[in-house]
C-alpha cells in the first residue's frame, strides 16, 4: 500500500487513478452482462423446468370436479376441453351460440356431443354467450353454472379486429374489448369470489399473447387487450396464491385455429405468423405445463423469441421506430386508402 502510495508522490499517481478507473469500468461491464446473462438462464431454466415436468393433472392438484372453457367451439378452447376431459374432468363449454355463426366457425353442439360419447361417466354442459359489446352474458353463465363447483376457469375466447383504428367501427372495437377483456373480468369476478367464499382451491388462466408485450399498429384493440389481461393475471396472482388458487396468462405462438379465417381485413404481418402456426392440438399440453410454476407463460419459439425481443428494446423506442417506417409498409398503405371523409366505415 505504502507503495502504491510512494508511486503517487513519485509522478505515477496518473498511471494508479487510470488503473483504477478501468476496474471501475470492468465492474460496470461486468455488472451490465451479469443481469441479460441472469434474466436468460432464470427464464430457460424455468421453461426448461416446466417442459420437462410436463401438462399438471388438475383434477388431482386441485380436488377439482369441473372446468369452464370459455371459446370451447373453436381451436385452442376445444382442444382444450378434450385435454381437460382426458384428465377426468367434467366441463362447461362457453361459446356463442350454433345458430349466430356462420363458417368458418365451428359447432358448439359437435364438441359437446364427441365429449359426452367419449367420457361416458363425466358431466359435459353447454352455455350459450355472446361476449359482445351491450350483451349480458352473465345470466346465462351464473344460472347455467350454480348447482356445481367451478374451480378451473379457462378465460380463453377471443379474436382480432384488424384495420386502423378510425376506419372500423366503433361497434367492432368495443365487442373486440368486451369479448378479450371484460369478459374475462366479469367470468373471473363471478367465480373467483365463489371459490373464495366456499375455501375451494383452483386455478384462473387467461389466453393471452405476446402481442401485448409490443405496439400493434392495424389491430391497435388486440395488442391492448392482451396487454391488459397478462398484466391483470399477474397482479390478480398475487392477491390469491395464498389461498391456494393459481392465476396465469399464456402467450401462445402462432396457432392454425379460426382466428386467422376471420380475419377480415388482410395484414401481412398475420400472414407471415399464420405460415409459422402450429396445430391448436399441441398448446393445452403447453398451457397445462404453466399451472402453478408460471405466471405469465410463453408457449412455442416464437413466444420465447418474442419475449427476448421485448426485454431488449425499450418500448418507447420501438414504438418510435416503427412509426417512422410504417407509412411505407404495405399494410399502412392498403389500409391508408379508406381513411377520410369519403371512408366506408369498416367492421
Ligand atoms: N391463434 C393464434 O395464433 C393465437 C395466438 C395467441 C393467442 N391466441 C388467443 O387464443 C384464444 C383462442 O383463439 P383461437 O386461436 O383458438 O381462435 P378460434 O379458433 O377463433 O377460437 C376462438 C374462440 O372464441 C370464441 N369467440 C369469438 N368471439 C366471441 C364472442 N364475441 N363471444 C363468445 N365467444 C367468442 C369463438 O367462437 P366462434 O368460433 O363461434 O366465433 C371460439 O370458440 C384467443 O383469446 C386468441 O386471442 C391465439
Redesign the pocket.
Known amino acids: 500500500m505504502s507503495k502504491i502510495n510512494a508511486l503517487v508522490y513519485d509522478g505515477t499517481g496518473l498511471y494508479i487513478g487510470l488503473k483504477l478507473k478501468s476496474l471501475y469500468f470492468v465492474y460496470f461491464f461486468a455488472i451490465c452482462g451479469i443481469i441479460p446473462v441472469l434474466w436468460t438462464a432464470i427464464y430457460c431454466l424455468s421453461n426448461l423446468y416446466m417442459k420437462l415436468a410436463g401438462p399438471v393433472n388438475l383434477k388431482k392438484k386441485y380436488n377439482a370436479k369441473w372446468a369452464l372453457v370459455?371459446?370451447?367451439?373453436?381451436?385452442?378452447?376445444?382442444?382444450l376441453s378434450k385435454v381437460l376431459a382426458s384428465q377426468g374432468l367434467s366441463v362447461v363449454l362457453?361459446?356463442?351460440a350454433?345458430n349466430?355463426?356462420t363458417p368458418?366457425?365451428?359447432s358448439?353442439n359437435t364438441i359437446l356431443d364427441e365429449l359426452k360419447s367419449t367420457y361416458k361417466g363425466q358431466e359435459f354442459r353447454k352455455i350459450e354467450?355472446?361476449?359482445?359489446y351491450g350483451?349480458d352474458?352473465m345470466p346465462a353463465i351464473i344460472d347455467g353454472t350454480k348447482d356445481i363447483d367451478v374451480q378451473l376457469i379457462f378465460?380463453?375466447?377471443?379474436?382480432?379486429v384488424s384495420g386502423f383504428f378510425d376506419t372500423t367501427t366503433l361497434n367492432a372495437q368495443l365487442?373486440n374489448l368486451?369479448?378479450?377483456t371484460t369478459?374475462c373480468v366479469k367470468v373471473t369476478h363471478h367465480f373467483l369470489q365463489l371459490l373464495i367464499q366456499k375455501e375451494l382451491k383452483g386455478c384462473i388462466m387467461?389466453?393471452?399473447?405476446?402481442?401485448g408485450y409490443f405496439p400493434n399498429p392495424f389491430a391497435i384493440m388486440?395488442g391492448a387487450?392482451?396487454a391488459f389481461v397478462s398484466q391483470f393475471a399477474a397482479s390478480l396472482a398475487i392477491e390469491v396464491r395464498a389461498k391456494g388458487i393459481d392465476v396465469l396468462a399464456?402467450?401462445?405462438?402462432?396457432?392454425?385455429?379460426?382466428?386467422?379465417?376471420?380475419v377480415t381485413h388482410k395484414i401481412d404481418a398475420l400472414d407471415m405468423?399464420?405460415k409459422a402456426?402450429v396445430s391448436?392440438a399441441t398448446?393445452p399440453k403447453l398451457m397445462l405445463s404453466c399451472v402453478g410454476r408460471s405466471h405469465l407463460g410463453d408457449l412455442g419459439g416464437t413466444?420465447f423469441f418474442m419475449r427476448f425481443f421485448a426485454a431488449i428494446l425499450p418500448m418507447d423506442f420501438l414504438t418510435g421506430l416503427i412509426s417512422s417506417v410504417a407509412p411505407n409498409l404495405p399494410d399502412y398503405q392498403r389500409n391508408n386508402k379508406n381513411r377520410g371523409s369519403g371512408g366506408k366505415k369498416l367492421d
Open positions: 370459455t371459446g370451447a367451439s373453436s381451436g385452442i378452447g376445444r382442444e362457453v361459446a356463442l350454433d349466430d355463426k368458418p366457425h365451428m358448439l354467450a355472446s361476449f359482445n350483451v352474458y378465460n380463453n375466447a377471443g379474436f382480432i365487442n368486451e369479448c378479450n369478459s387467461f389466453t393471452s399473447s405476446v402481442s388486440y387487450t392482451k399464456v402467450h401462445p405462438s402462432p396457432v392454425a385455429s379460426n382466428f386467422f379465417n376471420s405468423a399464420k402456426a391448436p398448446v413466444a
